[in-house]
């Protein structure tokens, strides 16, 4: 088992600079999610840290030593790819030993590891079947035992579960924290799925233009993200523009392009008075009514029912979108009305985030 450390690290690819300092500490054991928007950087920063692209400035240390040099294959990390990349012309137990046979293990030991590895995965019984007649699901679990057979100090996934439908994903996503518990291996799964991110990782690092923006623990970048940009990107978001018009001991007087007036008791960005509000839609209280005492009033556009919840969609007077996320008994309980009817809604002060515009 080993950390992982990266320093700096800049790659260029024909002139344009695609990883533009990439600084990242992963723990020994520990899961870190890495998520981003597609052409961000990801499976670039996963090919760094197995040795496949040689960066051009900038270190990655495993475990403590500098690895400018070392192949692929003498860094001991099991890299699972985007797209699963097996050979199709070998059996699954063929796929699965091709590792061990690439560092001329014994065979009695390559043997004994594979079907360990495709145990591990609940795979024993498909070693002699060929990739094709798998299910997409298998086949991802064959490459994962593919990547743990080599028994790696760090393992890499890349999108491990795109390719999956949703509910055989939120299946593997809990047996591969599982696995990755029991393990204690280091790992880095690449992901745009934010929720997949926030479920699976001990600490989540978020990616934008090739570097990382923010990484922390999933509820602290989910409840309180240092940018607008890592707000928007991790979940729903409601986003509003205002300026500050009076600052007091414990906050200030905020004017919303709204045309809301809002007392604020929350340090506000020092510096500009043009600032962003940003709030959750499950945060958004709706009020009985849009005259009812401190309610904003918005203009009911659309209610979409999502089963566990109904997505309540308003316009503000400025035109803005807003969104409301409620319990369909509450929906109902408070009878907003028609579309076009204006309605109220709350915004909770220890939900709002504040960052400078
Ligand atoms: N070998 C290469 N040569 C030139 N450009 C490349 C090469 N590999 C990647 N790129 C470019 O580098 C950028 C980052 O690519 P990368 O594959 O790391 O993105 P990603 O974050 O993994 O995206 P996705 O979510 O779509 O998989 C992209 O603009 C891509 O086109
Ligand atoms: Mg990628």
Redesign the pocket.
């Known amino acids: 088992m080993a950390g992982l450390e990266l320093q700096n690290v800049r790659v260029w690819?024909?002139g344009?600079e695609?990883l533009k300092g990439v600084d990242l500490s992963v723990a020994e054991g520990e899961c870190l999610a890495l998520l981003?928007p597609?052409?961000?950087?990801?499976?670039?920063?996963l090919r760094v840290i197995a040795g496949f692209t040689q960066p051009q400035q900038g270190s990655v240390q495993i475990a403590g030593q500098a690895m400018h040099g070392t192949p692929p294959y003498k860094r001991n990390v099991g890299l699972v790819f985007?797209d699963y990349a097996l050979f199709p012309h070998m059996t699954i137990a063929e796929n699965v030993a091709y590792g061990l046979q690439m560092r001329r293990l014994p065979k009695p030991e390559i043997t004994k590891r594979v079907a360990d590895a495709l145990a591990m995965v609940q795979l024993g019984h498909v070693g002699e079947r060929f990739p094709a007649n798998l299910s997409g699901g298998q086949r991802q679990r064959v490459a994962l035992a593919r990547a743990l057979v080599i028994q790696p100090d760090i393992l890499l996934l890349d999108?491990p579960l795109g390719a999956l439908d949703r509910k055989l994903r939120d299946q593997m996503q809990v047996e591969l924290k599982q696995l990755q518990r029991r393990l204690g291996i280091t790992t880095i799964i690449?992901t745009?799925d934010q929720e997949e991110a926030l479920s699976l990782a001990d600490r989540v690092a978020v990616m934008f233009n090739g570097s990382i923006r923010e990484i922390g623990a999933p509820a602290q970048l989910y409840e309180t993200p240092g940018s607008r940009e890592v707000m928007e990107f991790l979940g729903s978001s409601n986003i509003l523009p205002g300026r500050v018009t009076a600052r007091d001991g414990r906050g200030g007087q905020v004017e919303l392009a709204a045309g809301i007036r809002l007392h604020l008791p929350l340090p506000l960005p020092a510096g500009s008075d043009a600032i962003i509000l940003g709030i959750r839609p499950e945060h958004v209280e709706l009020a009985p009514h849009s005259q009812a005492d401190g309610a904003l009033a918005a203009e009911l556009v659309e209610c979409v029912y999502k089963g566990s919840l109904v997505e309540v969609h308003t316009r503000l007077s400025d035109g803005g979108a807003f969104q409301i996320n409620a319990s369909a008994a509450q929906v109902a309980q408070l009878q907003l009305g028609q579309r076009g009817a204006m309605i109220g809604i709350r915004l909770p002060a220890q939900h709002i985030q504040v960052f400078a515009a």
């Open positions: 690819f024909g344009q695609i981003g597609s052409g961000c950087g990801k499976t670039t920063t985007q999108e690449v745009h």
